[in-house]
């Protein structure tokens, strides 16, 4: 981070150096430049770039909107976690059994986001005056997942325990619902390369160009997983031990500040609104990869309601669990371009 803030102030500061120039040369149309550049460009001669009329240095503030697919591990460890800790199908000690556990059906997931950057073209440095219409970007990209649903399950669940103190505990019947929701949210600094590609015609239209651009960088990621099991109380004659009794289950996994490698493309078109402003709008892919390890903090108890609430049986969860972060998310960004 302390890299990028050096960058942030000091490559502003070149980028700003040749529109100094601008107010001392008179002015050139786009257009123009463009097509006597590539006259000379035909005839063998590689010209340099007018600092009056380079490409803009910008800064960038956008909006996102992305697709995150379904991480098929993250799923099938949740459901092992439900079944063993919760419903406890496997277990002997006190085992139960429940309605079928519902997967969310949706095949990808709305993710939020945002971009903060700069992009400097080359040329404004000085030393590269030709710069094969290359920028330096650099920047930070956040992308968020909302708590959603994970998986659920609704309706009757049984519990046996054959060490209970009562013939009528054994057996106990619970209406209720179990549900597991999954949230995520990941910050990724980015350094890479922009291309743009422009030509007489495009820059008529508000002096658009086609842009395409590379970027890597290293995404810290907090993410978790909460499970909620709530079972309606009931009344239970069972006699010196005939009371209300109640199942609740919590639990959250929970993994922060796990570190993921990023890459990133953007394809887009740029066109100016105003005189300092451009606007961009990018297709873009963020691939990310890591193995977060996953801490686990929760509990699996029946008890009573009245008194003390004098328990019955419990179960603490501290299992930690470790998982492929592997996943291409799709987007669509908008930016906003302010000239330096």
Known sequence: FGMFFIAAAVLPQWAKAPRAAKRKT?????????ESRTTLRESGINPPVPADVAR????????????????????????????????????????????????????????????????????????????????????????????????????????????????????LTYQGRLTVTQSAAVLTPLLGIGWS?????LIRWNES????????????????REYFL?????????????????????????????VLGALRVDAGWRMRLAENFFITLFFSGTFYYGKPSYGTLGSFSERTVSGTGKVVFQNLLTQPVDETYSVFIPSVFLALGYVL
């Open 26 to 34: 008179k002015a050139v149309k786009p257009t123009e430049v463009v």
């Open 56 to 171: 803009p240095a910008l800064m960038e503030y956008g909006v996102s909107l992305g697709l995150k697919p379904q991480n098929n591990e993250s799923t099938g460890n949740a459901q092992s976690f439900t079944q063993a800790h919760f419903l406890r199908e496997s277990e002997t000690a006190y085992t139960g059994s429940s309605p079928q556990l519902q997967k969310d059906p949706r095949a990808h997931l709305l993710t939020p986001g945002f971009y903060v950057g700069c992009a400097v073209p080359l040329e404004r440095l000085g030393f590269l005056q030709e710069s094969f219409n290359l920028s330096l970007l650099f920047g930070v990209e956040g992308s968020f997942l909302f708590p959603t649903n994970l998986l659920s399950a609704e309706g009757s669940f049984r519990y046996l325990n054959p060490q209970a103190p009562h013939l009528a505990l054994t057996d």
């Open 197 to 201: 590609y422009t030509n007489a015609t």
């Open 209 to 224: 160009s086609l842009q395409a651009r590379v970027a890597v960088g290293t995404g810290f990621a907090n993410g978790k």
């Open 230 to 258: 709530d079972l309606d109380s009931q009344y239970v004659s069972a006699g010196a031990y005939s009371d209300t009794y109640q199942i609740q289950g919590r639990a959250m996994q929970s993994y922060s500040m796990a």
